[in-house]
DNA sequence: GATATATATGTAAAGGATTACATTCAAATA
DNA sequence: TATTTGAATGTAATCCTTTACATATATATC
């Protein structure tokens, strides 16, 4: 079907060594000859064949991108959709493929990892929802795979990461809803070892001390970042606790809030974390902190392209904004 | 670093040949020796090398899925992850991997299809978002490159699709609202060329037409399915046209004519399509149509496999789903 | 028991590139 | 002009499987 090397070599008089090199080193070939194949090239309209390529180089061009596919992951999809497109754009702008799967739940989160590493199928990964402790980064040290994560955890020295600075996006919401004059703020936060979760609450806290306010323990809970137990929080603390404003570590988990609230006819300024689309459309709006996903996949696909170039890139922390709505505006 | 076939072959005391044998037609090889050879691909964990693999056979067990990058199919996203576990899910199960990338807005949209097949990349695609004369559709059949389509155009006995049944779906939505003893129903259209668009029409002339309803052209009006120009034809509407309920081709339609309704202070029964999250969190929520997308998934992946393998399998229609809310339920 | 047939296994080519090493050729130096 | 040096090109091995064909072994038939 498509000609081979071989075939191109042929027809330009040249050697298949020659060829290969005016592809990928032309700076070691002649401008003639340089020119002379490039035209057998274009002529024929020849792609060297990835398989033998890859399996000759050991260069795969192959990125693997396993997906959490827990439904919290796929209301979030639409800002991960933005995500996905700036890993594949740029990825593929380097001549990189993107080789998705589903992550199977009920097994070690490294099985998939293992299956498309030992095809040898892969050049290196990105890793989505991170957590502390896990697993997978040190499968894929100890097997020397490249990769970039997208989320930090504590100890974050021995490898690379794309991380929006979770820290000071809850700082901005946490700030935004003193200035409203709330001091008791109930934090819902997610499950503990959610690196995201983590560091928001060290924003949260950071906030709170700065404005001198002494941080009542009653008023972090953690959940599942689900609607329902948001909801069943809410429903509890009003009962319980003192409090009088909430900030919620996801947008569904702040829905739930803003929904227990309505049950029980209260009102009080509530903030999310992520602007998924729903949040523009509830009513109230939901004020929330929106990561910039699509620079962050271009990030991320950025620095794993420099690794697998055998460069050592910096990690990056991209700055959170804060996005204000009804859900607060209303009590300014 | 992995162990390679010869390796295998050496320590099982067999021939290459024999081992590939028991991996893939193990029937051709004596229980004996196939134990023998199993023991020892399991003890060493060895895993066929896809690129040597994908060389020799001409199988690269990859399908690829090219992504719409409009903003429009990003809301639409939550969904459609479903979609892809439906598809990635199936094509894991069979071996096969699934390919990603962005189409690239601007160019032919053959160009990315093009890439991967010139590459040898590829057994096969699923195609979405079709349109009529899709020129992708011919493309790939003059390629003999299998693949199935989401959705159908009119033509559609030269290839295998998986489609839901978009008309039933209309025909449901529209019978819904006569129900609620509407004849007047302004229907909100997408692209002309849209095949999902064509088929929801014609079930909802179908359903009008039933009920002796004569049909008024006024009535249908083609968009591209956003939210803001959807609210403008509902404000002009309101002005020039008689009616007094709104079937719209996409849920964010829907939405711009609930806030073109809610603007003016009009009250009307609306229905959408598709489910989107927001739909369920929209005030009112919002009465529409369900597509069962993991089903959908599944279903195109498992057609595109027995393809794969040299069969014929038919195209599949799959039922739509009346999702009934408060958008319309207020009228009861 | 000899022959024909079927089954199991082995040998080696092929798939299509990259690349270490060898060779040729031209320019630079003495 | 003879010699050295460096760049351009070619040769052939290599990556790891699969598979057509050849051979060996077991089974069935006469």
């Known amino acids: 079907m498509n000609p081979s090397i071989a075939k191109i070599a042929e027809i330009a008089g040249v050697s298949t060594a020659t060829v290969s090199r005016v592809i990928n080193n032309p700076e070691k070939v ?46 979030y999809f639409p800002s991960f959709s933005y995500f996905l497109k700036g890993v594949t754009e740029t990825l593929a702008s380097e ?29 290196g990964f990105i890793l989505l929802e991170l957590r502390e402790n896990d697993p997978r980064i040190e499968y894929l040290i100890d097997h020397s795979i490249n990769f970039v994560t997208i989320g930090r955890t504590k100890k974050n020295d021995s ?12 700082y901005l919401a946490t700030k935004h809803l003193l200035s409203l004059n709330r001091s008791k703020i109930l934090f819902i936060s997610g499950e503990k070892k959610d690196c995201c979760c983590i560091h928001r609450q060290e924003g949260y806290l950071r906030a709170l001390e700065e404005s001198g306010i002494i941080i009542d323990n009653e008023l972090i809970v953690n959940s599942d ?26 947008d569904m988990a702040a829905i739930g809030a803003l929904k227990a609230l309505e049950f029980f006819d209260k009102k009080m300024p509530v903030i999310g974390f992520d602007d998924i689309p729903i949040s523009r459309y509830f009513k109230p709006p ?33 700055d959170a904004e804060l996005i204000k709505r009804e859900s607060t505006l209303r009590f300014l």
Do not use: C, H
């Open 30 to 75: 002649t401008e003639k000859t340089r020119r002379r194949v490039m035209q057998v090239i274009n002529e024929f309209g020849y792609v060297p064949n990835e398989f033998a390529r890859g399996l000759r180089s050991q260069k795969k061009n192959m990125v693997g991108m396993i997906i959490p596919s827990n439904k919290a992951y796929f209301l």
């Open 95 to 123: 001549g990189y493929y993107t080789i998705i799967s589903m992550e199977e739940s009920g097994v070690d989160p490294r099985t998939s990892y293992k299956n498309l590493i030992s095809k040898n199928l892969i050049d």
């Open 159 to 170: 490898y690379t990461y794309v991380d929006l600075d979770n820290s000071q996006g809850a």
């Open 225 to 250: 970042s689900s609607e329902d137990m948001s909801f069943n929080i809410v429903a509890r603390a009003l009962n319980q606790t003192d409090f009088d404003s909430i900030f919620a570590v996801s």
């Open 286 to 318: 939901l004020t929330t902190v929106r990561q910039p996903m699509q620079e962050m996949g271009k990030l991320s696909a950025d620095l794993l392209i420099r690794k697998l170039n055998g460069e050592k890139p910096k990690s990056e922390l991209v």
